[in-house]
């Protein structure tokens, strides 16, 4: 067997493989190189960087691709339907990164709150905005969570701990101790912070309509940049319809719409949500227990 990372892998990963006699070939090859190189390998894993297209897919099932690995939670980068009806299989690891993710959210919160960026920059430009910088607590404030999966429900405990009220609208999932399920219209209105973590949407759940039921409050996009319609968000911005906001996914990466870098009461961050020691780790061991499933399942059918 032989393993393609073609985004590259946590190293404790690559020496467990290592160790059983698999290789791991580290070298992240472009689209057309992947087309060549790719069916030379067993197992492909990728992160958001590689897009596993339809001529992509056309190539692997040439070769010896029996399974693609997408080491992280999205699968809005591989062709699903394409690689199902081609007979390659495709998992994530979506245990690994909601405690990294929900954190970061956190901070971020913290951060719009106390204005700590911008009390940080404009300090090093020698201003001193002591007055224009008063801010609130977050504790006694409505954390709104739209998408009350893994991250949701990580996020909204870590919320409770700190004080805050939490609500929720998800419609596959129900209310628990740490957040209250309700509709998501009242959840725009009643929210002071919206934090979305939906899959993948083919059309964005924050438009200039519900964005204009958050008046006054903080968006934060940690999910997927199609959830959000970025022109509406921009305008909201820029009229002061939304307080503020944190994004750390667009819609087009790396390629962010430029209009944000014009902005104070936006903060971004390069698609960092999972980027921890710990984070990365427990995707190199969950990729361990994917691949050792996934062998196992063969020997079954096999034998
Ligand atoms: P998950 O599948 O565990 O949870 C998603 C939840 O969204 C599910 O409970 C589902 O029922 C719900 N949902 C689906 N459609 C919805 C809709 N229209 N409205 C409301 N809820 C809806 O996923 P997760 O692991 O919690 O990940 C959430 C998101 O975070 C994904 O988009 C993932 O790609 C993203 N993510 C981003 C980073 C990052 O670096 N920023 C890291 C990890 C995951």
């Not at 993948?200 to 924050?206: A, D, N, Q, R």
Request: hydrophobic residues 35%; proline residues 3%.
């Amino acid at each position: 067997m032989k393993i393609l990372a073609n985004d590259g892998m946590d190293k404790n990963a690559v020496a467990y493989f290592e160790k059983q006699g698999i290789p791991v070939n580290l070298e992240h090859y472009d689209k057309e190189t992947l087309k060549i190189e790719g069916p030379k390998y067993d197992i492909i894993i990728v992160r958001s960087k590689t897009k596993v297209t339809k001529d992509v897919i056309d190539a692997l099932k040439q070769g010896r691709t029996k399974l693609i690995i997408r080491a992280g939670v999205g699968l809005d980068n591989i062709d699903l339907p394409y690689c199902a009806e081609c007979g390659i299989s495709v998992r994530n690891t979506p245990n690994s990164s909601k405690h990294s993710v929900a954190e970061l959210v956190l901070g971020q919160m913290l951060n719009m709150a106390r204005y700590i960026n911008r009390a940080d920059y404009s300090m090093k430009e020698g201003q001193w905005k002591k007055k224009e910088l008063k801010g609130f607590e977050i504790r006694n404030k409505t954390l709104g969570i739209i998408g009350y999966g893994r991250i949701g429900k990580c996020l909204a405990e870590k919320a409770k701990a700190l004080g805050m009220e939490v609500l929720c609208y998800d419609p596959f999932c129900h209310q628990d101790a740490n957040a209250k399920k309700i509709e998501l219209e009242d959840l725009f209105r009643r929210s002071d912070f919206v934090s979305v973590h939906t899959p993948s949407l083919s059309t964005p759940i924050i438009t200039e309509e519900t964005l204009k039921l958050m008046e006054g409050g903080y968006l934060i996009n940690y999910s997927r940049g199609n959830a959000v319609d970025e022109e509406a968000l921009i305008q909201a911005l820029r009229d002061g319809v939304i307080a503020g906001a944190a994004l750390d996914v667009f819609r087009n990466e790396p390629n962010v719409n430029q209009e944000f870098f014009t902005m104070d009461n936006v903060t971004l961050t390069p698609h960092i949500g999972a980027a921890t020691e710990e984070a990365q780790q427990n995707i190199g061991q969950e990729i361990i227990e994917v691949i050792e499933d996934y062998t196992r399942t063969l020997q079954e059918v096999a034998g």
